[in-house]
């Protein structure tokens, strides 16, 4: 079994091999510069949507890209509106505000016919005061980014795009433009920095430097008939694990990195239940993919499943499955099977494993428009109970613990996210903060702490990132920044993030408030594609997609420990 799945990713390698044309004066070397002239940050900018196959292109492409082939046909940066806006080289202004080419409010439009391109600058303050035919220098301020809504509290950024001479062709910016592109990616994204996987060609378009040009009027290239994740609009809340504390690493902790796969295999993997081996979609471009098993010593575990879709619950008692809507949760020591009503929307077992919780939306919510209503339901596992707790305008859902959940909402054009925790037993809503430009929301195990970021504050101070409780104690600010993951119920791992420096893992205690590596830039090079990373479920072992070979790494951390509540993972196949 283990040669059939290492030949199978081999042969999937290929699929890496082929990238997109650009004109040959471009080939040898990335001509052009990053838009901006400060370095990334909270106070500054992100990168918020890369080109192409993207999931928002994914979700949004029939509304906002159906003229470019359904991808998202430029880059995406986060700034406040205002920020100064500059060349990405030597060249001469084109067009200033034709709206022709879209990205309103304000565009601007550069030629640069020494290298072969055109570069698009949209969603602009105001209108650019360069004109045409004035020649403009590399890194020259040529206008400031701003909001699509035109109200610079509900989508602040700017939308850049490289085009061919006659426009016709847009070209990935991303290998045109000297950068640290794995740094980049691993915060600030607007959802969810993966690109989707068609299940039919599972390894296609899967790299920052693998999406295909955009032909304007072309036809649509991800009207995927199976695709992961599904869409956005039938996902399940984010998982909360129980309470449990792993294993301390320590001086004589392995910390070992292990290259679990072949290069180009396989983006969007998850942790098995007991976080000793991990599983990912894989198969040949045509077939439908299966996932496979693949141990943290490199063995494979069982034959391929066909079925995909499932999530097993924390205690490990039940197998919940969703397959185009339908969901059925299936008792795994008696073969007992229950049919759940949902609506299409796919559920999420408490940390107790007691109940299901899912959110219904009955509409696409798209950026910029009114939200949908949102439905909040609950049920027991096997379905009965079946409730509708509320509705609310847009905004989210996921458990805090058996009987509370975090409520989060954020009124159209507004910056603003309120946290509000609700208690199924009373029906109470409890206001617990209300956060502007707050990204990063996430629950730790038992529910009780949660970490969050916080960018483009007032005062650039506020900015950083964040750990509270869910009881009301004001938030205190952490003495790191970087994309991190919970590890236990009381700490975390985390990427440092800022351009010029290597990437590494390192570990924060957040009760002892002590920061050690796991991993020596010097010695242990480390690169993740897509902020493409997670802990195991135990918290022994970390696994990420590299950005220098595209294949899956581990890094052990400690050896297995029994845990509390036995099963230590709401484990599925989000990853």
């Given amino acids: 079994m283990r040669t059939r799945t290492l030949a199978l990713v081999l042969v999937l390698v290929c699929a890496f091999s082929s990238v997109p044309t650009v004109p040959a004066s471009a080939q040898s070397a990335r001509p052009f510069s ?6 990334p940050g909270p106070s500054t900018w992100f990168l918020g949507q890369q080109y192409g196959n993207t999931s928002g292109a994914y979700n949004l492409g029939k509304y906002w890209y159906a003229a470019g082939q359904g991808l998202h046909f430029g880059i995406d940066f986060s700034a406040p509106c205002g920020t100064p806006v500059v060349a990405l080289a030597d060249g001469v202004v084109d067009y200033a505000d034709n709206l022709s080419f879209g990205s309103a409010p304000h565009n601007l439009i550069i030629s640069h016919g020494d290298l072969g391109y055109t570069v698009l600058y949209g969603h602009l303050l105001t209108r650019p005061t360069v004109v045409r035919g004035q020649p403009v220098k590399h890194g020259e301020v040529v206008a400031q980014s701003g909001d699509p809504d035109e109200t610079c509290t509900s989508r602040p950024h700017l939308h850049l795009e490289v085009r061919s001479m006659d426009y016709r062709t847009a070209y990935n910016p991303a290998p045109l433009i000297d950068a640290d592109w794995a740094m980049l990616s691993s915060m600030g994204h607007f959802d969810s920095n993966n690109f989707v996987k068609d299940l039919n060609a599972p390894n296609r378009w899967q790299t920052i430097d693998s999406q295909p040009e955009v032909h304007f009027g072309g036809r649509i290239l991800n009207s995927f008939d199976d695709s992961w994740p599904v869409r956005s609009r039938f996902q399940p809340p984010s998982a909360t694990l129980p309470l449990f504390l792993a294993t301390p690493v320590t001086e004589s902790s392995p910390l070992t990195m292990t290259r679990l796969t ?3 295999c396989c983006s969007w993997a998850w942790w098995s239940p007991d976080g000793e081996s991990v599983q990912m979609w894989d198969g040949l471009e045509g077939q439908r993919a299966a996932v496979y098993t693949v141990r943290l010593d490199g063995s494979t575990d069982g034959q391929p499943d066909q079925q995909g879709f499932k999530q097993m619950s924390p205690d490990g008692r ?3 499955y969703w397959n185009n809507g339908r969901v059925s949760v299936t008792q795994r020591f008696d073969g007992a099977t229950s049919q759940i009503v949902t609506g299409s929307a796919w559920p999420r077992f408490s940390p107790g494993s007691q109940r299901l ?7 696409d919510s798209i950026p910029g428009s009114p939200p949908p209503l949102t439905e909040i339901w609950i049920s027991n596992v096997d379905g009965s109970g079946r409730t509708l707790l509320m509705t609310q305008s847009g905004g989210s859902v996921t458990w805090l ?8 909402r954020r009124p159209q054009n507004s910056l603003t996210t309120s946290l509000i925790v609700y208690t199924i037993s009373t029906g109470e809503q409890k206001p617990l903060i209300d956060l502007k430009s707050m990204r990063g929301l996430s629950v730790g195990p038992s529910g009780r702490l949660l970490l969050f970021y916080l960018a483009f504050q007032d005062d650039p101070n506020a900015n950083g990132m964040y750990v509270m409780d869910t009881f009301g104690n004001p938030p205190s600010k952490l003495p790191f920044f970087g994309s991190v993951r919970w590890r236990d119920s009381l700490s975390v791992v985390y990427i440092p993030y800022g351009l010029n420096q290597p990437m590494q893992f390192r ?3 957040l009760g002892a408030q002590t920061d050690r590596p796991l991993t020596d830039p010097q010695s242990q090079r480390v690169s993740v594609a897509n902020d493409d990373w997670s802990v195991a479920p135990n918290g022994q072992a970390v696994m990420w997609w590299s950005a220098d ?3 899956l790494w581990t890094l052990r951390l400690s050896q297995p420990s029994v845990m509390e509540n036995g099963r230590p993972a709401d484990a599925d196949s989000r990853g």
């Fill in 34 to 39: 990053l838009p901006f002239n400060t370095p």
């Fill in 262 to 264: 072949q290069p180009g």
């Fill in 318 to 320: 039940f197998v919940l």
């Fill in 357 to 363: 919780l899912w959110q219904r939306l009955p509409a």
């Fill in 401 to 408: 613990d058996e009987d509370r959940l975090l409520l989060s």
């Fill in 507 to 509: 570990l924060y205690d």
């Fill in 549 to 551: 070979d595209y294949a």
